[in-house]
């Protein structure tokens, strides 16, 4: 299974992979590296060093960064630069984090990328852009959610 490692700045990580539990349970090969103002580019490198070394399964890694140029991705970047099986895909949303952990299983680590940003261009939308693909422009919101 690919591993997926999710960084970001300030509680951005951990934030998205609490919302991810909630909504789609505890996942396998998944962990999250925050980047708080008080962290160092050192530090942030060693855990993920670290994260690397507690989740692969020689299958790839992804790293999904918050920031395209920020401190996680470039972080990320250098260290994929190391090994073959390492990709990097920033702007990740609550969407892609989410859909790529269930569908990370039929896909092979080149196709991950494409799929990702697709699943994340997916989720950005607005009411008005989703009433207007409806035939009937009506769009069902369900009261209790996710």
Request: aromatic share 4%; with cysteine.
């Amino acid at each position: 299974m690919i591993a997926v490692i999710l960084s970001g700045h300030g509680g951005f990580a951990s934030g998205i992979a609490k919302a991810i539990t909630q909504v789609i349970g505890e996942q396998p090969q998944f962990g999250f590296i925050d980047f708080p103002e008080e962290s160092t580019t050192p530090l942030l490198e060693q855990e993920m060093r670290q994260k690397i070394r507690e989740l692969d399964s020689n299958e790839g890694i992804v790293f999904l960064t918050d920031l395209l140029g920020g401190t996680p991705f470039r972080t990320a970047s250098l260290i994929s630069q190391e090994r073959s099986d390492i990709q990097v895909i920033t702007g990740t949303n609550m969407q892609m984090a989410a859909e790529m952990l269930l569908e990370r299983d039929g896909l092979a680590l080149a196709e991950f990328p494409d799929q990702a940003i697709e699943c994340g261009r997916r989720g950005v939308t607005s009411l008005a852009a989703e009433m207007t693909t409806k035939n009937d422009n009506s769009v069902m919101v369900e009261e209790n959610g996710i």
